[in-house]
């Protein structure tokens, strides 16, 4: 295996891309896109498999160990079960992961394990089905949940479930957190960022006021628990979940499962970022909350590594310190990527 570490300006180790396969959704999440979806990108502007592949080998080649698909949804584009086995099998690529809502994973997740995905993260926001179909416009909460039991029936480890946490929509964190009690479920609690926001991505009228703290969504989980005469959550010491992102880890005792905090509003996590990501239609983002974007799609149709790598280490040497509490994008969440 290559033992290439690939750094940006700030002496960060960058070991993780996440590539958006797809700008398609069998969902309209009220956060991530408008009702009507956005103007879908044309087939020629979406990255080819094998430029997936392409980038995918340059990027292993410079240190890149980990990599995770996602969308929109990415199960929804077709022949993903052998972009995940070619991606499994490309020379240093130690990890292939991916973000979906779950709902196609009762069909899919068997063959996405052979073909070697090692992990899912599963999107859910709520527990309420009459909330869920809200959030989600056209969802069903059963589709979801039979999706994170087919995830672990096919044995998928971890199983991550990740949920927006939004003050407006009063979401029960404790019943959350519980589904880590009796299963190897990993719940994770996202700070709310507000994304997007152009033309075609207005919002959805959440704002500031509804973003909860990590902190006090803990304190949240903890006060019921302590009401309803359970032990509150403890930092989880040996149970962490395998994973390259920067959640932090609590757990009921004696549970199988842990409870993530992922804090970027309150608690930055900047100085430790690792990753770099594509978007479907082949720009790499160094930054989440940036408008910089780098074209490496010609390069990878081209098929030549060396341009593949040029626009690579452009990106990574132009990856930002931080984000600069900089909230909203040009582009929404479909359009970046999940």
């Known amino acids: 295996m290559n033992g290439a570490l690939m750094k940006d300006a700030h002496g960060r180790v960058i070991d993780y891309l996440r590539i958006s396969i797809t700008d398609r959704c069998n969902l309209r999440c009220i956060y991530c896109m408008p009702e009507d979806g956005v103007t879908p990108l044309c087939h020629d502007d979406i990255l080819r498999f094998d430029e997936i592949v392409a980038i995918v080998r340059v990027a292993a080649s410079s240190g890149i160990r ?25 020379p240093g690529i130690e990890d292939v992961s991916l973000t979906t809502n779950g709902i196609l994973l009762p069909r899919m997740a068997w063959d996405l394990k052979d073909a070697g995905l090692k992990r899912v993260n599963i999107s859910l926001d709520t527990l309420d089905a009459a909330q869920f179909t809200e959030i989600t416009r056209v969802g069903c909460l059963q589709d979801t949940i039979d999706g994170i039991e087919a995830a672990l029936e096919a044995g ?163 990856k930002p310190d931080e984000h600069h509490h900089r909230v909203g994008t040009e582009r929404g969440m479909s359009q970046i990527g999940g």
Not at 206 to 221: A, M, N, R, Y
Not at 229 to 248: C, H, Q, T
Not at 311 to 317: F, K, R, T
Request: with cysteine; charged share 25%.
């Open 66 to 90: 980990r990599v995770r698909l996602t969308g929109g949804e990415p199960l929804v584009r077709k022949g993903v079960v052998n972009l995940v086995r070619e991606v499994a099998n490309i």
């Open 156 to 318: 998928f480890r971890p199983v991550k479930v990740n949920a927006v946490a939004v003050r407006r929509l009063n979401q029960d964190f404790y019943r959350f957190a519980r589904m880590s009690v009796d299963r190897p479920l990993h719940m994770r609690f996202i700070e709310y960022m507000p994304v997007g926001g152009g033309e075609e991505d207005p919002g959805c009228g959440w704002d500031e006021g509804d973003v909860i703290t990590c902190d006090e969504i803990l304190s949240i989980i903890n006060d019921r628990a302590v009401a309803e005469g359970s032990s509150p959550l403890v930092p989880a010491e040996k149970s962490r979940p395998v994973g390259g992102g920067p959640a932090s880890y609590y757990q009921f005792p004696g549970a199988l499962g842990t409870v993530g905090f992922i804090s970027p509003r309150s608690r930055h996590f900047c100085s430790s970022c690792n990753r770099l990501r594509c978007t479907a239609d082949g720009k790499i983002m160094p930054c989440l909350f940036s408008d910089d974007r780098y074209d490496i799609k010609a390069a990878a149709a081209s098929g030549d590594e060396g341009a593949i790598r040029a626009v690579l280490n452009e990106a990574m040497g132009r």
